[in-house]
């Protein structure tokens, strides 16, 4: 069976440093993986997500993640975050060819410090 | 284009009774997926619709159950609701079975006393 841990349950960090949420899985099989982010008060969203291809991927925000088969991780890093990344980020895993049936790790709270 | 909507925002509930959550999926899409997402947890697959036929169940028991409409809405259904019910339940919509993203709705708060 497929899981996702996300070791850190809350990481702060100041404005405009840089950042790096991890994230590893475990599956027997080859996996989709994803980072889904949750701003206060609103409903999921995808940010980032990994299918095949380059190992690593970016999002039009300024994140980006790496997917590394030999770790089984898939750490999301930022090099300078600001306040607006404020929100709650879930790591995320599929079994392909389904992409769409996702298992979501616990999130792990992003906190700006001004 | 119309994004994923929820209804209602928030409920509350006794244990015991019954409890109906609506889903309207994105325009065009006709799958949708629903979650239960406790406080403090992630995001927990309960089943999933396609066209009007579940395709795939997680690790919820019977008393919850669903709906997918001709207009490929959707709703969720919880019988002899438990305290740990209580949770955020979210819809996600998409276009087939796999293969392009998941939208999400804003959620519905179930609270169960």
């Known amino acids: 069976a497929q899981s996702v841990t996300q070791l850190d349950s809350q990481v702060p960090v100041f404005e405009e440093a840089p950042v790096e949420l991890r994230c590893n899985y475990s599956?027997?099989?080859?996996?989709?993986l994803f980072w889904y982010v949750q701003y206060p008060n609103q409903g999921l969203q995808l940010l980032l997500k990994?299918?095949?291809?380059?190992?690593l991927v970016e999002s039009i925000n300024g994140f980006e993640a790496e997917f590394n088969k030999s770790q089984t991780s898939f750490h999301l890093r930022k090099p300078s975050v600001h306040i607006s990344d404020t929100a709650e980020y879930f790591c995320?895993?599929?079994?392909?060819?389904?992409?769409?049936?996702?298992?979501f790790g616990k999130g792990t709270r992003l906190h700006i410090l001004p | 284009e119309t994004g994923v909507t929820q209804s209602p925002t928030h409920l509350i509930k006794t244990r015991g009774q019954q409890v109906t959550l609506r889903c309207s999926s994105q325009?065009?899409?006709?799958?949708v997926s629903w979650y239960q997402q406790a406080l403090g947890q992630g995001p927990q697959f309960i089943f999933q619709?396609?066209?009007?036929?579940?395709?795939g169940r997680g690790n919820f028991p019977p008393r919850f159950s669903g709906l997918q409409f001709p207009n490929y809405s959707s709703e969720l259904n919880v019988n002899a609701l438990e305290l740990d019910d209580s949770a955020l339940y979210l819809c996600?919509?998409?276009?087939?079975?796999?293969?392009?993203?998941?939208?999400f709705g804003p959620g519905t708060r179930l609270t169960v006393l």
């Open positions: 996600a919509s998409s276009l087939g079975q796999g293969g392009s993203e998941q939208f």
């Open positions: 599956s027997s099989v080859s996996v989709y």
């Open positions: 990994y299918l095949s291809g380059s190992t």
């Open positions: 995320a895993v599929s079994e392909p060819p389904r992409d769409d049936k996702i298992i």
């Open positions: 325009s065009g899409h006709n799958t």
């Open positions: 619709y396609y066209r009007e036929e579940e395709n």
